[in-house]
């Protein structure tokens, strides 16, 4: 079992920028490709971005791409989601989740947090 801990959500203004972290325990989390997918009110839950274990691969979402950054440091079992240049329909609960693909599809992820409220104000 891989245990996925969310934190950094909070409110922001338009424009601006936050830091998720997600911080993985358990089972050889580090071999674990992770990504993070978001779920704002009465939509499904979108992929965000993705990054391969060894952190050479990464992928985002068009919407958010040349905004947001993911990496991650093995070292400290931690993923991270640099949010820059906010938006209001960035708003959502954001998800960190693992497993062995880096992949958008998020039926391929096996172990899922519990998320983090992000909430741009226009």
């Known amino acids: 079992q891989v245990q996925l801990v969310e934190s950094g959500g909070g409110l922001v203004q338009a424009g601006g920028s936050l830091r998720l972290s997600c911080a993985a325990s358990?089972?050889?989390?580090?071999?674990?490709?992770m990504g993070w997918f978001r779920r704002a009110p009465g939509k499904e839950r979108e992929f965000v971005a993705a990054?391969?274990?060894?952190?050479?691969?990464?992928y985002y979402a068009d919407s958010v791409k040349g905004r947001f950054t993911i990496s991650r440091d093995n070292t400290k079992n931690t993923m991270y989601l640099q949010m820059n240049s906010l938006k209001p329909e960035d708003t959502a609960v954001y998800y960190c989740?693992?497993?062995?693909?880096?992949?958008?599809?998020?039926?391929?992820?096996?172990?899922w947090g519990q998320g983090t409220q992000v909430t741009v104000s226009s």
């Open positions: 989740a693992a497993g062995w693909t880096v992949t958008p599809t998020r039926e391929r992820y096996d172990y």
């Open positions: 358990g089972r050889t989390s580090s071999t674990f490709s």
């Open positions: 990054i391969g274990w060894s952190g050479r691969s990464e």
